[in-house]
């Protein structure tokens, strides 16, 4: 069975009078320890269905599953435990708390875990053990990013959620940190996804999803994903 | 201007209500308190301004030493710029009222005039008379119609003591009632309010404790001289518009109170002359009555003096007369002794002889009586001759017959015949002899009957001569006998006589000598009236302005103090508006940073784009300084002259919105408001288009101070340090907040500690420091001290009514700095506390207080230190100061303070004044004594103060028992020179309205100090969501619980709560010292102390305040939605 599952998701956003179905019955797996893309354009639906996948919106209709658990059936409640144990969450923007250093940000989602990864280790991990004490303002997009993921990361999640995590860096920086999330995943054997408008990133996917018009129009499996560092785009 | 570019503003209104609540609140709360709070004192003044005009209140009031008549009434009017003169006679006296002793000042009223006048809507009083001034207001009743009746204050004091119909008594005055009223009885007709009696207190006198009680108006008429007046109160032309508040006032007034003053000494020669023309004329007067009554005593005196004489020439004529007649009695007396005993011999000799006749008539008894005893022998002879005859003749004519018979009879006839001749013959003899011895017998029976006749005769004669002589004798006897009689009434008459003209000289004597000594007296008199008028001084004109008025100076005094407040507490309000909107419009600024960059990008100017900033701003701020101030400047000045007004009888207030000041007010409110907004969005109006379509670099973390504690920092927790940084990240908030939780905490603090002071007050003066519950005043006569057993002494301590009592002196005093010049002595006419000729010397009313004993006094007043509660001995060395007298006059242990005794009409006895070294200082809140020992009274006045207090502790304060107290009053008022029963309970239960009325402070206090908690706390709670929005979504994503959540942003606020509120209880015991030393008014010295509860309260009202603004939050919280706000920065 599929680690992560959707099953005809239906996501409706109500602006007024008008219906706007940003998931329109989308249906994909994901294995245990895969890094999955879901990729397509603007306004897909991939937000949407990231969202739903990270607990922070609810399903309009249709099934989410992560393992066992039906995610789509969860409470307001349940979801914030589900967001707080199971899911680690990587934004475009970082959204590290400015107030805090980097290890603090790490260590902010760690103290909420059961189990967490120790904090410092962690950064260590993704290459910062130099900028522990630093605020995020005095980091780099790219290192800030690092700090995002460690902070993800920290919580020992089931899953990593990433969400054009690339979106505001540079190549070079981008790709760094595109190796960092393919390592979580083969080396850490983590299920990652990344939802990202950019195809070039389905290079290094070993499953690859489009989604366009909120449905899913194509999902394949890359036998034969490519290292982070020879993206192309 | 740009059509759409408007509609944008108008809809980031709409779009924006609570932004621009915000703005607008906080604008109007500071704006209206600024406005309202500053128009108190205006207000006051134009309240009182108004009412003072409406009353006819005086500008110049004038008193003369020597008085007024019409020609000086004339005169004043006559000065250029006097538009009216009203004369008043004033008089203070004790009257009983109501069966009260009370001490009342005595007004003149012309009835006609106030029976003409009318009760404006205003409240004052109309009238169609110029000269009548300082209108009383009727309030219940009618005015006096006619000699005997009278008006009465409405007295808060003494709260339905007195009511229409009742009597008002005069019993004492300060010269003889006689000389000063036309009568002492009225009856109370009608209830008054005066502008001239604002305040509560009524001035100062001489009489009883010198303290004014009420007042009273009677109809001129009923005064004794109702020509001359005491007062003239001048209206001066002109200054119906100006306050009298401002220099303006002044400027008109003091021309006129210069030409008065200049006046004054012309007056004053002419009434001068006048009084002692007057005077010489009844000086004159005197002197021809002298010499009058003299003549006419010496007239008396020489009539009774003649009529003494006379009757003492009288007198020595009836001592001759009756010498005369006494020796006349004594000679009568002797003559009729003479004559009784020439009788006697007369008499007696007349007696032997008849006795001697007698005697002789016995003897020739005798002899008859041996002759008729010979007689019968005689006859019994005769009669034996006879029978011898007879029978001789028988025996003849026998023997003739026999003879004849022949018979020869033995004898024979012829011997018979002889026989019977001789028989015949010796009865002739015998006859004869018997005829012979017959007559010679009968001879000597007629001889003796002749003799007795002739004897008794003589003894008749003697007899009725003697009788005769007796009856003579008896009649002189009589005559003797009245005459003595006469004599002794004569001389009892005499006695009398003489006894009456002792009697008459002694009483002359005396008589005379009194008439000597009253026409003395007189002479005396008049050489003392002419010393008197010899030494007749120049009458002194008092020009007084209205600040000598005691209620209206105090009442501007009140305005000053107001204003001082006034001028410190909008301060925080401003402060924080200030910081509320610039705060707020940063945010807005920020908040439409890309709007800003796209407008800057299609070519709108940099002044454009902040005039919709301005605009936005200006039209918050100016709706809020509106409405502000429309509201401030109503419920503030009603609210603290409501507080104001139970100290006084003003009707209520006026409140017309200062222009000027509402204006500073608006100006100020929207110019600090538009001056936040400029400095708001200047900073990203200098950014490029460019750079504004980009998300604004987060504000970068800091490291604070508090990390470098490292044993601290380490164990905090995130969302703890996270608080931390975040409240010095935001410096503008971090102020905004904890100013305006420091100034919500200090009103708060204020308005509790506000009601803490003046409750103190009474609790702790009630309390803590006065132990007696009874106030006994007496005559200063009624206790003979020499003895010490004086009836009021002795019925107190026999009593069960009292477990104790305390006999003490206490009068009232001037006091100031023995330093200071001395203060003039003007200002004490009505006691009113302006300065006089030294107006910097600050002066004190006060108490001068002299326990009898000592060393008792501790068990009646404690005398102690305020701070740490020591107690203050009283001794001989020095005296003890309470405490506000030596704040106020700069005073401590071992300094010197001036004692000035109030003298007549308030002025200051210069004679009396001593100085005297402060030993001790102790607590005290009502009223402000100076205590001394008896001994050193003694030794500075060089006399035992006339006692005439007595404090007693009756245990029946407390228990509300209002029977056994009137009970125990009525009892004690029937005890000699008992004249006053006071319990302390009425006094606190007069002062609890006060409080009331400063509940309404309180409450505006809280309320403001509320909406300052609520539009500060709720401005940053909403900025801190708003702005943060990412880091709660962010958050949320985490996986943080809603609680959580609201923990992570309300720790902040509860923390900057705190951290304000510690900070506004530190302000707020400044802000509340502040307020209570300003805001104290002279009689009385607030408590210094703010109650813990009050703490208490203040800090938890502030969080109370807090936790609503949160609570009311927390759905903004949940709203805040992860997926909108995660997908990109705006």
Same mark, same amino acid.
């Given at each position: 069975?599929?680690?992560?599952?959707?099953?005809?998701?239906?996501?409706?956003?109500?602006?007024?009078?008008?219906?706007?179905?940003?998931?329109?019955?989308?249906?994909?797996?994901?294995?245990?320890?895969?890094?999955?893309?879901?990729?397509?354009?603007?306004?897909?639906?991939?937000?949407?269905?990231?969202?739903?996948? *990270?607990?922070? /919106?609810?399903? +309009?209709?249709?099934? $989410?599953?992560?393992?066992?658990? =039906?995610? !789509?059936?969860?409470?307001? &409640?349940?979801?914030?435990?589900?967001?707080?144990?199971?899911?680690?969450?990587?934004?475009?923007?970082?959204?590290?708390?400015?107030?805090?250093?980097?290890?603090?940000?790490?260590?902010?989602?760690?103290?909420?875990?059961?189990?967490?990864?120790?904090?410092?280790?962690?950064?260590?991990?993704?290459?910062?053990?130099?900028?522990?004490?630093?605020?995020?303002?005095?980091?780099?997009?790219?290192?800030?990013?690092?700090?995002?993921?460690?902070?993800?990361?920290?919580?020992?999640?089931?899953?990593?959620?990433?969400?054009?995590?690339? *979106?505001?860096? /540079?190549?070079? +920086?981008?790709?760094? $940190?595109?190796?960092?999330?393919? =390592?979580? !995943?083969?080396?850490?054997? &983590?299920?990652?996804?990344?939802?990202?408008?950019?195809?070039?990133?389905?290079?290094?996917?070993?499953?690859?999803?489009?989604?366009?018009?909120?449905?899913?129009?194509?999902?394949?499996?890359?036998?034969?994903?490519?290292?982070?560092?020879?993206?192309?785009? | 201007?740009?059509?759409?570019?408007?509609?944008?503003?108008?809809?980031?209104?709409?779009?924006?209500?609570?932004?621009?609540?915000?703005?607008?609140?906080?604008?109007?709360?500071?704006?209206?308190?600024?406005?309202?709070?500053?128009?108190?004192?205006?207000?006051?003044?134009?309240?009182?301004?108004?009412?003072?005009?409406?009353?006819?209140?005086?500008?110049?009031?004038?008193?003369?030493?020597?008085?007024?008549?019409?020609?000086?009434?004339?005169?004043?009017?006559?000065?250029?710029?006097?538009?009216?003169?009203?004369?008043?006679?004033?008089?203070?006296?004790?009257?009983?009222?109501?069966?009260?002793?009370?001490?009342?000042?005595?007004?003149?009223?012309?009835?006609?005039?106030?029976?003409?006048?009318?009760?404006?809507?205003?409240?004052?009083?109309?009238?169609?008379?110029?000269?009548?001034?300082?209108?009383?207001?009727?309030?219940?009743?009618?005015?006096?119609?006619?000699?005997?009746?009278?008006?009465?204050?409405?007295?808060?004091?003494?709260?339905?003591?007195?009511?229409?119909?009742?009597?008002?008594?005069?019993?004492?005055?300060?010269?003889?009632?006689?000389?000063?009223?036309?009568?002492?009885?009225?009856?109370?007709?009608?209830?008054?309010?005066?502008?001239?009696?604002?305040?509560?207190?009524?001035?100062?006198?001489?009489?009883?404790?010198?303290?004014?009680?009420?007042?009273?108006?009677?109809?001129?008429?009923?005064?004794?001289?109702?020509?001359?007046?005491?007062?003239?109160?001048?209206?001066?032309?002109?200054?119906?518009?100006?306050?009298?508040?401002?220099?303006?006032?002044?400027?008109?007034?003091?021309?006129?109170?210069?030409?008065?003053?200049?006046?004054?000494?012309?007056?004053?020669?002419?009434?001068?002359?006048?009084?002692?023309?007057?005077?010489?004329?009844?000086?004159?007067?005197?002197?021809?009555?002298?010499?009058?009554?003299?003549?006419?005593?010496?007239?008396?005196?020489?009539?009774?003096?003649?009529?003494?004489?006379?009757?003492?020439?009288?007198?020595?004529?009836?001592?001759?007369?009756?010498?005369?007649?006494?020796?006349?009695?004594?000679?009568?007396?002797?003559?009729?002794?003479?004559?009784?005993?020439?009788?006697?011999?007369?008499?007696?000799?007349?007696?032997?002889?008849?006795?001697?006749?007698?005697?002789?008539?016995?003897?020739?008894?005798?002899?008859?009586?041996?002759?008729?005893?010979?007689?019968?022998?005689?006859?019994?002879?005769?009669?034996?001759?006879?029978?011898?005859?007879?029978?001789?003749?028988?025996?003849?004519?026998?023997?003739?017959?026999?003879?004849?018979?022949?018979?020869?009879?033995?004898?024979?006839?012829?011997?018979?015949?002889?026989?019977?001749?001789?028989?015949?013959?010796?009865?002739?003899?015998?006859?004869?002899?018997?005829?012979?011895?017959?007559?010679?017998?009968?001879?000597?029976?007629?001889?003796?009957?002749?003799?007795?006749?002739?004897?008794?005769?003589?003894?008749?004669?003697?007899?009725?001569?003697?009788?005769?002589?007796?009856?003579?004798?008896?009649?002189?006897?009589?005559?003797?006998?009245?005459?003595?009689?006469?004599?002794?009434?004569?001389?009892?008459?005499?006695?009398?006589?003489?006894?009456?003209?002792?009697?008459?000289?002694?009483?002359?004597?005396?008589?005379?000598?009194?008439?000597?000594?009253?026409?003395?007296?007189?002479?005396?008199?008049?050489?003392?009236?002419?010393?008197?008028?010899?030494?007749?001084?120049?009458?002194?004109?008092?020009?007084?302005?209205?600040?000598?008025?005691?209620?209206?100076?105090?009442?501007?005094?009140?305005?000053?103090?107001?204003?001082?407040?006034?001028?410190?507490?909008?301060?925080?309000?401003?402060?924080?508006?200030?910081?509320?909107?610039?705060?707020?419009?940063?945010?807005?600024?920020?908040?439409?940073?890309?709007?800003?960059?796209?407008?800057?990008?299609?070519?709108?100017?940099?002044?454009?784009?902040?005039?919709?900033?301005?605009?936005?701003?200006?039209?918050?701020?100016?709706?809020?300084?509106?409405?502000?101030?429309?509201?401030?400047?109503?419920?503030?000045?009603?609210?603290?002259?409501?507080?104001?007004?139970?100290?006084?009888?003003?009707?209520?207030?006026?409140?017309?919105?200062?222009?000027?000041?509402?204006?500073?007010?608006?100006?100020?409110?929207?110019?600090?408001?538009?001056?936040?907004?400029?400095?708001?969005?200047?900073?990203?109006?200098?950014?490029?288009?460019?750079?504004?379509?980009?998300?604004?670099?987060?504000?970068?973390?800091?490291?604070?101070?508090?990390?470098?504690?490292?044993?601290?920092?380490?164990?905090?927790?995130?969302?703890?340090?996270?608080?931390?940084?975040?409240?010095?990240?935001?410096?503008?908030?971090?102020?905004?907040?904890?100013?305006?939780?420091?100034?919500?905490?200090?009103?708060?603090?204020?308005?509790?500690?506000?009601?803490?002071?003046?409750?103190?007050?009474?609790?702790?003066?009630?309390?803590?420091?006065?132990?007696?519950?009874?106030?006994?005043?007496?005559?200063?006569?009624?206790?003979?001290?020499?003895?010490?057993?004086?009836?009021?002494?002795?019925?107190?301590?026999?009593?069960?009514?009292?477990?104790?009592?305390?006999?003490?002196?206490?009068?009232?005093?001037?006091?100031?700095?023995?330093?200071?010049?001395?203060?003039?002595?003007?200002?004490?006419?009505?006691?009113?506390?302006?300065?006089?000729?030294?107006?910097?010397?600050?002066?004190?009313?006060?108490?001068?207080?002299?326990?009898?004993?000592?060393?008792?006094?501790?068990?009646?007043?404690?005398?102690?230190?305020?701070?740490?509660?020591?107690?203050?001995?009283?001794?001989?060395?020095?005296?003890?100061?309470?405490?506000?007298?030596?704040?106020?006059?700069?005073?401590?242990?071992?300094?010197?303070?001036?004692?000035?005794?109030?003298?007549?009409?308030?002025?200051?006895?210069?004679?009396?004044?001593?100085?005297?070294?402060?030993?001790?200082?102790?607590?005290?809140?009502?009223?402000?004594?100076?205590?001394?020992?008896?001994?050193?009274?003694?030794?500075?006045?060089?006399?035992?103060?006339?006692?005439?207090?007595?404090?007693?502790?009756?245990?029946?304060?407390?228990?509300?028992?209002?029977?056994?107290?009137?009970?125990?009053?009525?009892?004690?008022?029937?005890?000699?020179?008992?004249?006053?029963?006071?319990?302390?309970?009425?006094?606190?239960?007069?002062?609890?309205?006060?409080?009331?009325?400063?509940?309404?402070?309180?409450?505006?206090?809280?309320?403001?100090?509320?909406?300052?908690?609520?539009?500060?706390?709720?401005?940053?709670?909403?900025?801190?969501?708003?702005?943060?929005?990412?880091?709660?979504?962010?958050?949320?994503?985490?996986?943080?619980?809603?609680?959580?959540?609201?923990?992570?942003?309300?720790?902040?606020?509860?923390?900057?709560?705190?951290?304000?509120?510690?900070?506004?209880?530190?302000?707020?015991?400044?802000?509340?010292?502040?307020?209570?030393?300003?805001?104290?008014?002279?009689?009385?010295?607030?408590?210094?102390?703010?109650?813990?509860?009050?703490?208490?309260?203040?800090?938890?009202?502030?969080?109370?305040?807090?936790?609503?603004?949160?609570?009311?939050?927390?759905?903004?919280?949940?709203?805040?939605?992860?997926?909108?706000?995660?997908?990109?920065?705006?």
């Amino acid at each position: 069975m599929a680690f992560v599952r959707f099953e005809e998701v239906r996501k409706v956003y109500h602006m007024g009078e008008v219906e706007i179905p940003a998931a329109d019955g989308v249906t994909f797996d994901v294995e245990r320890g895969e890094l999955a893309v879901i990729v397509g354009p603007s306004g897909a639906g991939k937000t949407t269905v990231l969202n739903m996948l *990270g607990g922070m /919106d609810t399903v +309009t209709s249709g099934t $989410i599953r992560l393992e066992d658990d =039906d995610v !789509s059936a969860y409470s307001r &409640r349940r979801l914030t435990e589900y967001r707080r144990y199971d899911v680690g969450f990587v934004f475009q923007f970082y959204n590290l708390v400015p107030n805090l250093t980097a290890l603090e940000n790490v260590e902010l989602a760690a103290q909420i875990c059961r189990d967490p990864l120790d904090a410092a280790e962690t950064l260590r991990e993704v290459g910062l053990e130099h900028r522990m004490d630093n605020f995020p303002a005095q980091l780099s997009g790219g290192e800030q990013q690092r700090v995002a993921i460690a902070r993800a990361l920290a919580k020992n999640p089931r899953l990593l959620l990433c969400d054009e995590p690339t *979106g505001a860096l /540079d190549d070079a +920086t981008g790709k760094q $940190i595109l190796a960092l999330l393919q =390592d979580t !995943s083969r080396i850490g054997g &983590r299920t990652v996804i990344i939802i990202t408008h950019n195809h070039a990133l389905t290079a290094m996917a070993d499953r690859v999803i489009h989604i366009s018009s909120g449905r899913v129009m194509d999902m394949r499996v890359n036998p034969d994903p490519v290292s982070a560092d020879e993206i192309e785009w | 201007m740009h059509f759409a570019f408007n509609k944008e503003i108008v809809r980031s209104i709409t779009r924006s209500w609570t932004r621009f609540l915000a703005i607008f609140a906080i604008v109007a709360l500071g704006a209206g308190f600024y406005a309202g709070l500053r128009m108190c004192a205006p207000d006051m003044r134009i309240t009182v301004d108004h009412y003072l005009d409406e009353t006819g209140f005086f500008d110049v009031r004038l008193v003369s030493t020597l008085g007024f008549t019409e020609s000086d009434v004339a005169a004043v009017r006559d000065v250029a710029g006097v538009e009216a003169v009203g004369t008043e006679i004033v008089a203070d006296a004790t009257a009983t009222v109501a069966d009260r002793r009370t001490t009342v000042r005595v007004h003149s009223l012309d009835t006609t005039a106030a029976a003409g006048s009318e009760v404006t809507a205003g409240g004052g009083v109309a009238s169609d008379d110029p000269t009548y001034l300082n209108r009383p207001i009727l309030m219940d009743g009618r005015w006096p119609e006619r000699s005997g009746e009278c008006v009465i204050d409405e007295s808060k004091l003494y709260a339905n003591s007195a009511q229409i119909g009742e009597q008002v008594v005069l019993t004492a005055g300060v010269r003889p009632l006689e000389d000063t009223f036309g009568r002492t009885d009225f009856e109370i007709v009608g209830i008054v309010h005066s502008s001239y009696y604002l305040s509560f207190t009524r001035g100062l006198t001489t009489l009883n404790d010198g303290n004014i009680d009420r007042f009273i108006y009677i109809p001129e008429e009923d005064f004794a001289h109702p020509e001359t007046y005491t007062d003239l109160h001048v209206l001066v032309r002109g200054v119906a518009g100006a306050s009298p508040f401002d220099a303006a006032y002044d400027d008109i007034v003091d021309p006129v109170k210069g030409s008065l003053e200049d006046l004054g000494p012309v007056r004053a020669a002419a009434r001068l002359a006048e009084v002692r023309a007057e005077a010489q004329a009844t000086l004159d007067e005197g002197h021809r009555e002298y010499a009058d009554a003299r003549a006419k005593a010496d007239a008396e005196f020489a009539e009774v003096e003649a009529e003494l004489a006379d009757a003492a020439v009288k007198i020595a004529a009836a001592e001759e007369e009756l010498a005369d007649g006494q020796a006349e009695y004594d000679r009568g007396v002797r003559e009729l002794a003479a004559e009784r005993s020439a009788l006697a011999v007369r008499r007696a000799e007349a007696q032997a002889q008849i006795d001697a006749g007698r005697a002789q008539i016995a003897s020739q008894q005798a002899q008859l009586d041996q002759l008729a005893a010979a007689l019968p022998l005689l006859q019994a002879q005769v009669a034996a001759a006879r029978t011898a005859v007879d029978d001789l003749r028988a025996a003849y004519d026998a023997a003739l017959a026999e003879e004849a018979l022949g018979h020869t009879p033995s004898p024979s006839s012829a011997e018979l015949a002889v026989s019977l001749g001789d028989a015949e013959a010796q009865l002739t003899t015998a006859q004869a002899e018997y005829a012979e011895q017959f007559a010679a017998y009968d001879a000597g029976v007629a001889g003796i009957a002749a003799g007795l006749a002739q004897l008794d005769a003589k003894q008749l004669e003697l007899d009725q001569g003697v009788r005769q002589a007796e009856l003579e004798f008896a009649s002189a006897q009589r005559s003797l006998a009245a005459a003595r009689r006469a004599l002794a009434d004569g001389r009892e008459e005499l006695e009398d006589g003489r006894r009456e003209l002792a009697e008459g000289r002694a009483t002359f004597e005396r008589e005379r000598a009194d008439a000597e000594a009253e026409l003395a007296d007189a002479l005396a008199q008049l050489d003392d009236a002419r010393v008197e008028i010899d030494e007749l001084e120049m009458p002194e004109w008092f020009v007084l302005g209205r600040d000598t008025n005691l209620g209206y100076a105090s009442i501007a005094g009140d305005a000053d103090r107001i204003e001082a407040i006034s001028v410190v507490f909008p301060f925080i309000f401003f402060l924080v508006a200030a910081l509320v909107a610039l705060t707020t419009m940063t945010r807005m600024v920020e908040e439409e940073r890309t709007l800003i960059g796209t407008y800057k990008a299609l070519g709108y100017g940099k002044g454009v784009i902040t005039s919709k900033y301005l605009v936005y701003a200006g039209i918050a701020s100016v709706a809020g300084a509106l409405g502000g101030i429309l509201i401030g400047s109503q419920v503030l000045p009603k609210t603290v002259w409501r507080a104001y007004t139970t100290m006084y009888t003003a009707p209520p207030a006026l409140t017309p919105i200062d222009v000027p000041l509402a204006l500073t007010a608006g100006v100020a409110s929207v110019s600090i408001t538009l001056v936040a907004t400029l400095w708001a969005a200047g900073a990203t109006l200098r950014e490029s288009p460019a750079t504004l379509m980009l998300p604004r670099a987060p504000k970068p973390g800091k490291r604070i101070a508090l990390e470098r504690v490292r044993p601290v920092w380490s164990r905090m927790s995130f969302s703890h340090k996270v608080t931390a940084r975040n409240i010095f990240r935001y410096k503008k908030r971090l102020f905004m907040t904890v100013i305006g939780i420091a100034g919500c905490t200090a009103l708060l603090l204020t308005g509790f500690g506000l009601k803490n002071s003046i409750s103190d007050v009474l609790a702790k003066q009630y309390g803590p420091i006065y132990h007696y519950d009874t106030i006994i005043g007496f005559d200063e006569g009624a206790l003979d001290l020499a003895s010490g057993e004086g009836s009021l002494e002795l019925a107190l301590g026999d009593r069960d009514d009292f477990t104790g009592h305390l006999v003490i002196h206490n009068d009232g005093v001037r006091l100031t700095n023995a330093e200071d010049p001395a203060p003039g002595d003007t200002n004490g006419i009505d006691g009113a506390l302006t300065g006089g000729k030294n107006a910097q010397t600050t002066m004190m009313e006060g108490y001068l207080s002299v326990p009898r004993d000592a060393e008792r006094l501790s068990g009646f007043i404690s005398l102690r230190e305020r701070v740490g509660g020591a107690p203050v001995p009283l001794t001989d060395e020095g005296v003890v100061l309470t405490e506000k007298i030596a704040d106020r006059l700069g005073l401590s242990v071992g300094d010197t303070i001036r004692v000035e005794q109030v003298g007549l009409t308030g002025t200051v006895d210069h004679e009396e004044t001593r100085t005297f070294t402060v030993a001790g200082v102790t607590e005290q809140y009502v009223s402000h004594f100076v205590y001394m020992t008896p001994t050193l009274h003694e030794d500075a006045y060089g006399e035992v103060p006339a006692y005439n207090q007595v404090l007693a502790v009756s245990g029946l304060a407390g228990d509300g028992d209002d029977d056994e107290r009137d009970q125990l009053s009525q009892r004690l008022l029937a005890l000699d020179g008992v004249t006053t029963v006071q319990f302390t309970d009425d006094i606190t239960s007069s002062f609890d309205d006060m409080l009331e009325s400063l509940d309404s402070v309180v409450y505006i206090l809280i309320l403001s100090a509320a909406i300052l908690a609520f539009i500060v706390l709720y401005n940053l709670t909403n900025i801190n969501v708003t702005e943060r929005q990412r880091e709660i979504a962010t958050i949320k994503v985490l996986g943080f619980y809603d609680a959580e959540v609201n923990a992570y942003i309300y720790r902040e606020t509860a923390l900057l709560a705190l951290l304000g509120c510690a900070l506004g209880l530190v302000l707020g015991i400044g802000l509340e010292a502040f307020v209570i030393i300003t805001a104290e008014i002279d009689v009385v010295m607030f408590g210094r102390e703010i109650h813990t509860m009050s703490y208490v309260y203040s800090a938890a009202l502030t969080l109370v305040f807090a936790l609503v603004v949160n609570v009311a939050m927390v759905p903004r919280l949940r709203r805040v939605d992860m997926v909108e706000s995660l997908k990109s920065v705006e």
